[in-house]
């Protein structure tokens, strides 16, 4: 049986905004943050330079995807679960 895990790393500079948007947004998975905006170490090792940004990763840490929106990133999703 396959899972999923998810989670959300933020480049948002006050952690207000940052956990005042995980609960507008009811976003239930688990979330990090070093409050480092673009200078955080993530957004460097992924090449970030515009948010949001999105990877799938495989069991292995293996991008198999990057910057999938609605149906796509849904698909996307179905298809590594199956």
Do not use: C, M
């Amino acid at each position: 049986s396959k899972g999923l895990n998810i989670i959300g790393v933020s480049l948002d500079r006050k952690a207000e905004d940052w956990k005042k948007a995980i609960a507008d947004d009811n976003l239930g998975w688990n979330h990090i943050s070093n409050l480092d905006y673009f200078n955080d170490a993530v957004a460097k090792l992924y090449n970030i330079e515009a948010i949001p940004a999105t990877f799938i990763l495989d069991e292995n840490g293996v991008i198999v995807a990057k910057n999938l929106r609605g149906p796509e990133l849904e698909s996307k999703i179905a298809e590594l679960l199956q």
